[in-house]
């Protein structure tokens, strides 16, 4: 691990030499690969299958970004990242785009200088313990043992969280979610927490799942999204309205079945300028006019993509809650083609 | 005849510095020299330049920032309003801290593996090689990581020590309880009138010094050999019991008690730092015991023989003839496993111990992004830690070499 982050500042130190303010859509363009930064992989988010395909909810968004941007939802060479790495591959120029299920916050956006596109999972940090113990509340763990997954906002929200309800913790960093699973199953902790949607899909895994419970407090927000570098404006429209095509594609019930035969024409002047049959918004983004039908070719729209790999039928089982369209009550929502 | 002149002074010309063996070779470490410095300066330069276009520079204004996130193991006080300089510095002792431990604790593993490698006891010959083969060829991570887990399966969870009838109990009249989470110890409580009982202690330690020096003095002036074990170990405790006493236990303990979901009171010993500290010693140790073996074999066999022919025991012959000659052949490897031990304690995260890698080139490093900026001040404190230690060893090496006279 440390190796990967002194790795990692050499390249910031070596490899770009004058990448990071040239053009990435020439770059991503004249490589014909779109580099993408991904977990090392985590069930549902970005994981290999068993042939080695990358598959996955962020996976889909590079897979989309690389369609819209070269034709070809295959042309995409995964960065497998951790926690650590991620920034720096990033910054250096290694990595064009990062969908790492990343959490968007100011210091982030601001301090690190990237730029988030947009949010494709809302989530939040939630609490898991043993139905045993008899916790109704998060706000009873006074003096607890908690195992955290290190690396990620986790920290600081668990100890603001504590710090606000004069409560106090044991706090056990652990690297990895399986590790601390394993502690957790072993009572070394009474309490796990990471992102609610992380707590549930391990749940998913225990022997018994119904001897554990989530509390009913989600202490922080995750907005998690792809994220580019700052500097390269027309880069980021793309990838920003990538990730909105998806979702407006979803909204104006546009999937992957019936792609081809809205694409011909329809009587809904968005849906033909979201597919390009109308106005030049491919050419404002210096791509062609099918751009955006590349893009939901792949794996379709946003829905279709959140079914396929987190959603209710698959073993992850996450329901939509906050990640809906803001039509059915999420928070899911994207600003009009025009 | 003639007398023969002084060779005559040849003047320095500049083609000799490639021609001249006398200046050749200095002529091409300067060159190496140079280059060094260039490319050092280029691989600088070139990062400094690239940072500044990704609008980014090296600031170390983040260790000045609140840091945000809380440690488990805090020997000063630190809480999450700190800053990252303040964490980074929890990490520096709580490093030092297993890396002291461990270094004391490996030593005397590694010195009495080694002393029973050579035991003429074949039994206990081949338990110990066995211990050094086994310890020695498998990564220190793996054992970190077997012996937490062991330990967290093995020992009972604090819950195991709740209800009417526990599964599992505390051991020494319910003083020290014993979880999957660490250890927890009896902790004094200093009151009134205990810098008395202190001070009573410490006149005795001085006491049992004195005493000793006495009985040598004796069997050196007079022969005759006073028993010093009992003598010292009665002074060790009898009065500082006796003060306690008299003045009406001021030094008391805090016993640990199980409060909500943990023990609270006492001292804790966090579960990781066991593992971490058992796991680096057990394996160090293996190494040690090998240098103690090479040290004993390199001490002549004429040295055991003559001190036998003098009448010594077995064990006076170790340890007044063997080991200090030993020592001499131990200590210089013995630096490289303190360095190893210090280095490897940085696997500390695996079990979720926040050493300095845990908190400056872990959490810090994440959550500011200020990866290169960490990553050089986490080398500089491993590499002023190491040189320390290298240091003084090195001092004690000098004073352990044989003194020509």
């Given at each position: 691990m440390k190796k990967?982050?002194?790795?990692?500042?050499?390249?910031?130190?070596?490899?770009?030499?004058?990448?990071?303010?040239?053009?990435?859509?020439?770059?991503?363009?004249?490589?014909?690969?779109?580099?993408?930064?991904?977990?090392?992989?985590?069930?549902?988010?970005?994981?290999?299958?068993?042939?080695?395909?990358?598959?996955?909810?962020?996976?889909?968004?590079?897979?989309?970004?690389?369609?819209?941007?070269?034709?070809?939802?295959?042309?995409?060479?995964?960065?497998?990242?951790?926690?650590?790495?991620?920034?720096?591959?990033?910054?250096?120029?290694?990595?064009?785009?990062?969908?790492?299920?990343?959490?968007?916050?100011?210091?982030?956006?601001?301090?690190?200088?990237?730029?988030?596109?947009?949010?494709?999972?809302?989530?939040?940090?939630?609490?898991m313990v043993p139905k045993e113990l008899g916790v109704a509340s998060a706000k009873d763990l006074d003096g607890a043992t908690v195992c955290i997954q290190t690396g990620t906002t986790t920290e600081l929200n668990l100890a603001d969280f504590f710090r606000a309800n004069s409560i106090s913790y044991e706090p056990v960093p652990i690297e990895t979610g399986a590790e601390a699973v394993q502690q957790y199953i072993a009572g070394a902790c009474d309490v796990y927490t990471t992102d609610a949607s992380a707590l549930a899909a391990q749940r998913a895994n225990f022997e018994d799942p119904s001897a554990h419970v989530l509390l009913p407090e989600i202490i922080s927000k995750e907005p998690l999204g792809p994220l580019v570098r700052h500097g390269d404006n027309e880069w980021a429209d793309i990838s920003r309205w990538t990730l909105n095509a998806l979702i407006a594609a979803e909204e104006l019930g546009v999937t992957s079945v019936n792609l081809e035969e809205l694409s011909a024409g329809t009587e809904n002047p968005e849906i033909n300028r979201l597919l390009g049959t109308e106005g030049e918004l491919g050419s404002m983004l210096g791509l062609d006019a099918g751009w955006a039908k590349a893009a939901l070719g792949v794996a379709g729209n946003y829905g279709e993509i959140f079914e396929q790999n987190i959603g209710a039928a698959t073993p992850i089982g996450l329901a939509r809650g906050l990640n809906a369209q803001w039509t059915d009550g999420g928070l899911i929502y994207s600003p009009p083609f025009r | 005849m003639t007398t023969l002149a002084d060779p005559h002074k040849e003047s320095f010309r500049l083609s000799m510095l490639l021609n001249d063996t006398r200046y050749r070779s200095l002529t091409f470490q300067f060159i190496a020299l140079v280059a060094i410095i260039a490319t050092m300066a280029f691989i600088g330069g070139n990062l400094v330049r690239n940072l500044a276009e990704a609008g980014l520079n090296i600031s170390y204004d983040f260790l000045g920032a609140q840091a945000g996130y809380d440690i488990n193991q805090r020997p000063i006080s630190y809480d999450s309003q700190d800053t990252h300089g303040r964490a980074a510095m929890v990490g520096l002792l709580n490093t030092l801290i297993v890396a002291f431990l461990g270094c004391i604790t490996a030593t005397i593993i590694g010195v009495v593996a080694g002393v029973l490698r050579l035991s003429p006891n074949w039994l206990v010959r081949k338990i110990m090689a066995f211990y050094v083969e086994i310890f020695r060829n498998v990564p220190v991570l793996i054992w970190i990581l077997i012996i937490f887990s062991i330990m967290i399966n093995a020992a009972p969870a604090p819950n195991a020590f709740r209800g009417d009838e526990p599964t599992a109990s505390m051991w020494l009249f319910d003083s020290i309880a014993v979880t999957n989470r660490g250890v927890y110890l009896p902790k004094p409580v200093w009151g009134a009138g205990s810098l008395l009982v202190v001070g009573v202690f410490i006149a005795s330690i001085i006491g049992i010094f004195l005493f000793r020096r006495y009985a040598r003095k004796q069997l050196f002036d007079h022969g005759k050999l006073i028993p010093t074990f009992w003598p010292s170990v009665a002074l060790f405790f009898i009065p500082v019991i006796l003060a306690q006493l008299v003045l009406g236990t001021p030094v008391s303990l805090e016993y640990p008690a199980l409060k909500g979901f943990n023990f609270?009171?006492?001292?804790?010993?966090?579960?990781?730092?066991?593992?971490?500290?058992?796991?680096?010693?057990?394996?160090?140790?293996?190494?040690?015991?090998?240098?103690?073996?090479?040290?004993?074999?390199?001490?002549?066999?004429?040295?055991?023989?003559?001190?036998?022919?003098?009448?010594?025991?077995?064990?006076?012959?170790?340890?007044?003839?063997?080991?200090?000659?030993?020592?001499?052949?131990?200590?210089?490897?013995?630096?490289?496993?303190?360095?190893?031990?210090?280095?490897?304690?940085?696997?500390?995260?695996?079990?979720?111990?926040?050493?300095?890698?845990?908190?400056?080139?872990?959490?810090?490093?994440?959550?500011t992004g200020r990866a290169i900026e960490s990553v050089l001040l986490l080398m500089l404190f491993y590499l002023i830690i190491s040189l320390s230690i290298s240091f003084f060893m090195n001092i004690y090496n000098n004073t352990m070499k044989l003194q020509e006279r």
């Amino acid at each position: 691990m440390k190796k990967s982050v002194f790795l990692g500042a050499l390249t910031v130190a070596g490899i770009i030499a004058g990448g990071a303010s040239a053009a990435t859509l020439d770059e991503v363009k004249a490589r014909g690969k779109l580099n993408c930064g991904v977990t090392t992989g985590v069930p549902g988010f970005a994981e290999p299958d068993a042939s080695g395909v990358w598959q996955g909810f962020d996976v889909a968004v590079c897979r989309a970004v690389a369609a819209a941007v070269l034709g070809d939802g295959n042309a995409v060479e995964f960065v497998p990242t951790t926690g650590k790495t991620r920034f720096t591959a990033l910054a250096s120029g290694e990595i064009d785009l990062l969908a790492r299920n990343t959490t968007w916050t100011f210091s982030r956006d601001v301090d690190l200088k990237f730029e988030f596109i947009g949010v494709n999972y809302y989530d939040g940090q939630g609490f898991m313990v043993p139905k045993e113990l008899g916790v109704a509340s998060a706000k009873d763990l006074d003096g607890a043992t908690v195992c955290i997954q290190t690396g990620t906002t986790t920290e600081l929200n668990l100890a603001d969280f504590f710090r606000a309800n004069s409560i106090s913790y044991e706090p056990v960093p652990i690297e990895t979610g399986a590790e601390a699973v394993q502690q957790y199953i072993a009572g070394a902790c009474d309490v796990y927490t990471t992102d609610a949607s992380a707590l549930a899909a391990q749940r998913a895994n225990f022997e018994d799942p119904s001897a554990h419970v989530l509390l009913p407090e989600i202490i922080s927000k995750e907005p998690l999204g792809p994220l580019v570098r700052h500097g390269d404006n027309e880069w980021a429209d793309i990838s920003r309205w990538t990730l909105n095509a998806l979702i407006a594609a979803e909204e104006l019930g546009v999937t992957s079945v019936n792609l081809e035969e809205l694409s011909a024409g329809t009587e809904n002047p968005e849906i033909n300028r979201l597919l390009g049959t109308e106005g030049e918004l491919g050419s404002m983004l210096g791509l062609d006019a099918g751009w955006a039908k590349a893009a939901l070719g792949v794996a379709g729209n946003y829905g279709e993509i959140f079914e396929q790999n987190i959603g209710a039928a698959t073993p992850i089982g996450l329901a939509r809650g906050l990640n809906a369209q803001w039509t059915d009550g999420g928070l899911i929502y994207s600003p009009p083609f025009r | 005849m003639t007398t023969l002149a002084d060779p005559h002074k040849e003047s320095f010309r500049l083609s000799m510095l490639l021609n001249d063996t006398r200046y050749r070779s200095l002529t091409f470490q300067f060159i190496a020299l140079v280059a060094i410095i260039a490319t050092m300066a280029f691989i600088g330069g070139n990062l400094v330049r690239n940072l500044a276009e990704a609008g980014l520079n090296i600031s170390y204004d983040f260790l000045g920032a609140q840091a945000g996130y809380d440690i488990n193991q805090r020997p000063i006080s630190y809480d999450s309003q700190d800053t990252h300089g303040r964490a980074a510095m929890v990490g520096l002792l709580n490093t030092l801290i297993v890396a002291f431990l461990g270094c004391i604790t490996a030593t005397i593993i590694g010195v009495v593996a080694g002393v029973l490698r050579l035991s003429p006891n074949w039994l206990v010959r081949k338990i110990m090689a066995f211990y050094v083969e086994i310890f020695r060829n498998v990564p220190v991570l793996i054992w970190i990581l077997i012996i937490f887990s062991i330990m967290i399966n093995a020992a009972p969870a604090p819950n195991a020590f709740r209800g009417d009838e526990p599964t599992a109990s505390m051991w020494l009249f319910d003083s020290i309880a014993v979880t999957n989470r660490g250890v927890y110890l009896p902790k004094p409580v200093w009151g009134a009138g205990s810098l008395l009982v202190v001070g009573v202690f410490i006149a005795s330690i001085i006491g049992i010094f004195l005493f000793r020096r006495y009985a040598r003095k004796q069997l050196f002036d007079h022969g005759k050999l006073i028993p010093t074990f009992w003598p010292s170990v009665a002074l060790f405790f009898i009065p500082v019991i006796l003060a306690q006493l008299v003045l009406g236990t001021p030094v008391s303990l805090e016993y640990p008690a199980l409060k909500g979901f943990n023990f609270r009171g006492g001292i804790t010993i966090l579960g990781s730092l066991i593992a971490l500290w058992f796991a680096l010693s057990i394996y160090t140790g293996a190494f040690i015991a090998e240098n103690v073996r090479a040290g004993i074999l390199a001490v002549s066999k004429g040295q055991t023989e003559a001190a036998g022919a003098l009448g010594l025991r077995p064990g006076r012959i170790m340890n007044l003839v063997v080991l200090p000659q030993a020592l001499r052949v131990i200590i210089p490897p013995l630096i490289s496993q303190y360095l190893n031990i210090t280095k490897n304690s940085s696997l500390a995260i695996a079990v979720g111990y926040m050493d300095l890698t845990g908190t400056l080139g872990g959490i810090t490093l994440l959550q500011t992004g200020r990866a290169i900026e960490s990553v050089l001040l986490l080398m500089l404190f491993y590499l002023i830690i190491s040189l320390s230690i290298s240091f003084f060893m090195n001092i004690y090496n000098n004073t352990m070499k044989l003194q020509e006279r």
